[in-house]
């Protein structure tokens, strides 16, 4: 049984920074592609960063410079560091892990950010 299990959301202000964790059991964590995707209330889950196996980045435009995506082998943990948070960043935030061609998803961490 795969499990992903995100942690490290919160509420903060504007300007603030957050660390998000997913930290994954039952699968080949160094051969998989890990993301993150949000979903602010009343809209579809979206992309925001992604990491291969080989450390390839991506990342959506809202939130190059201000976001990074990195992977930690060893502890089969995906982190995402939220710097500059903006209010358009409060969202649901899910970890997605990508391995023998099936997406497994964690149960999402919420991240509120005020203005």
């Known amino acids: 049984q795969v499990y992903l299990v995100e942690s490290g959301g919160g509420s903060v202000q504007a300007g603030d920074s957050l660390r998000l964790s997913c930290r994954t059991s039952g699968m080949n964590f160094k051969i998989a592609r890990m993301s993150w995707y949000r979903q602010a209330p009343g809209k579809q889950r979206d992309l925001v960063a992604s990491v291969s196996s080989d450390g390839t980045t991506n990342y959506t435009d809202s939130v190059k410079g201000r976001f990074t995506i990195s992977r930690d082998n060893a502890w089969n943990t995906v982190f995402l560091q939220m710097n500059s948070l903006k209010f358009e960043d409060t969202a649901d935030y899910y970890c997605?892990?990508?391995?023998?061609?099936?997406?497994?998803w964690g149960q999402g961490t919420q991240v509120t950010v005020s203005s």
């Open positions: 997605q892990a990508t391995w023998e061609s099936r997406n497994f």
